[in-house]
């Protein structure tokens, strides 16, 4: 199963996420990390980034790095928004970020900001057939996003975070009436052109992220920060939301410290953040907005997962593939055909990984493989699995060690026939990490040579699916009949069953 992490330096805190993405389950998060930073608070004050908040941001960045280096992520992407994209220091920020994190930080425009964050919250709670506003209130900006069916139409970005804000125009606290009407004519006339351009009417939902809405939400529904897993899609009035608001602007830190759900940090920006908020659902004429949990990091994830990012990692380089295409043309396999087998094999790899979760490199040996099964019957085609084994063994391959061409080669010798055996000398001669890898790869390797029986590469697309009850369906887009394919997989069936436990079927749809 492929593992992604996702970093976002905001201008109030970083906060990291890892997860791994299960066909047909969706994601798990294996972990997750938050540091309040306040880049903003230097940048929107003084124009830069401060040495001390850069130092801190830095440490972070390590820890962060750390953590998910230890989970063998396929791909990591790691962003900052508004307070770096403002501050002058920028240049010195990245260089030192970047070697903290262990990968290229890169800032993000408004735009982009928008589009993860209404990505984020459609990969956990998808709105297909409606009509919704986002809106995410950060440190330094506010995003919000205009989504029909499931699809972005339009994005803002608003120089309205919760610690500029609070920078601009809180000099007291409690503030004072006068700033905090300031305030409120600030947020009106910037929220305007967006109102004006998406209207006041046709809204299904609308939708509140980031720690602003997560203590909004906790706080009308009075719960402390460690439940905040109990919150997650709640509807909140804008009554609800403009009483808040009345409360924390009229009281002091220590005042505001004492509502249960908003922490003692947030407790310093909550009130520039929550006036965003009621001045968003106010302008776009809104009776209630529900809080969720998603944001930049989830939509980084679904993205680097859209785009089946580290999946290279199981292909075959090109020089490697170049070889192993070589070396089955040499010994007359039709290459139409070893090119088809090494497309599903990989396929069936990366869709099974919940099943047999290997390393993404194992996807390597399988390709070759997939490409070599048939070479020996350039010696004989009774028992050609063993000549294969032989030719491969005895093969020099550029581009692969001895032991990965050892492995390509006892994955040939049991592409079919019988299964490993103790007494088998090949089998001896691998270690007990070499065997389980082989085990797990051989019924894979069957199914996708068989799904290619007729050699006439039929099969357009495979779609897997990992059933609750534990079958393996194997959704199969073909032009013309695919009897013998289907036929060839029934039987190949019987090892899979016999390693992983578990039936495979074939279906059949025409593309």
Known sequence: MPRYAAIDIGSNSIRMEAAEIVPGMGTRILASEREVTRLGESVFRAGAISEEAMRAACAVLARMSALYRKLDVSGVRAVATSAVRDT?????????????????????????????????????????????????????????????????????????????????????????????????????????????????????????????????????ARL??????????????TAQVRKLYQTLSGRDLAGRRKITGIGPRRAEIIVPGVAVLLEFLEGFRLPAVYYSRAGVRDGIIADLAARNVGAERSRLSREQRREVEEMARR?????????????????????????????????????????????????????????????????DMAGFTDRERFMIAVLCRYHRKSLPAAVHGVYQALSAGERHTLMQLIPILRLADNLDRSRTQRIDGIECHLKDGGEVVLHVRSRGDIDLEQWGAERASQVFQQVYNRPVSVTRARS
């Open 331 to 395: 010994y007359g396999v039709p290459l139409d055909h070893a090119r088809k087998v090494a497309e599903v094999a990989n396929h069936l790899f990366l869709a099974m990984q919940p099943l047999h979760h290997l390393p993404l490199g194992c996807g390597k040996l399988l390709e070759a493989a997939a490409y070599l099964v048939d070479i020996g019957h350039y010696i004989s085609s009774v028992s050609h699995h063993k000549h294969s084994y032989y030719v491969v063994s005895n093969s």
């Open 224 to 237: 402390p920060r460690n439940k905040r897993d109990g919150i997650d899609r709640l509807r909140i009035t």
């Open 88 to 220: 002058r220091n920028q240049r010195e920020f990245l260089v030192r970020a970047s070697e903290a994190a262990g990968t290229p930080v890169e800032i993000i425009s408004g735009r982009e900001e928008a589009r993860l964050i209404h990505l984020g919250v459609e990969s956990v709670w998808p709105h297909v057939d409606q009509r919704i506003l986002i809106i995410d209130i950060g440190g330094g900006s506010a995003e919000i996003v205009v989504a029909e069916r499931g699809l972005l139409v339009e994005a803002y970005s608003k120089p309205l975070g919760a610690v500029r804000l609070r920078e601009a125009f809180l000099k007291e606290d409690p503030p004072t009436m006068r700033q905090l009407h300031q305030m409120h004519s600030y947020i009106k006339a910037k929220l305007e052109p967006a109102v004006r351009r998406s209207g006041h009417s046709g809204w299904d939902r609308a939708v509140a992220t980031s720690a602003t809405a997560a203590a909004v939400a906790s706080a009308v």
